[in-house]
């Protein structure tokens, strides 16, 4: 169980630190687009912020989405035998996909602009499946007699 704990805790980091930085990045290549320069340390100062500005809001979000994927990609793979790295990047992939269209559905905006584009969502999808597959590596059973539903 505490394997599991420390595998959500940080699988929800992965997720955050790459959405929030994916983010970013879509955001300043738009201004960017405008003529304005857009050089590293300005990229790296803007990322910097947007984590700690995010945290309060996005990852708790992003918490509360894979609190829903994780234990329904477990289930699946109860019933649907796979690899569990894909299985639970897919998880992963799914629960931003539909945190974002669901916000953009309650609220009729998009909170994080990123999401805006279809480039925009498939990258924070991405961050999504790279936070599942952290769950899925850190949370692996100890061995093979170890339940593989994890």
Do not use: K, N
Not at 6 to 19: E, I, N
Not at 76 to 101: D, E, K, N, T
Not at 109 to 120: K, Q, S
């Amino acid at each position: 169980m505490t394997r599991r704990i420390g595998a959500f805790v940080c699988a929800v980091l992965v997720t955050y630190l790459a959405g929030s930085a994916l983010s970013t990045q879509m955001i300043l290549q738009e201004v960017a687009s405008f003529g304005v320069p857009v050089d590293f340390a300005t990229r790296i100062a803007a990322t910097l912020h947007d984590l700690a500005g995010l945290a309060v809001t996005y990852l708790p979000i992003i918490a509360i989405a894979s609190l829903v994927a994780y234990p329904v990609t477990a289930l699946v793979l109860r019933f649907v035998p796979g690899p569990r790295a894909v299985a639970y990047a897919i998880g992963g992939a799914a629960a931003l996909f539909a945190l974002h269209s669901l916000m953009f559905a309650v609220l009729g905006m998009h909170p994080l602009p990123a999401t805006r584009t279809g480039l925009g969502m498939a990258l924070q999808a991405a961050a999504g499946a790279i936070g599942g597959w952290t769950f899925a590596a850190v949370a692996r059973p100890r061995s093979s007699g170890a339940s593989d539903s994890t």
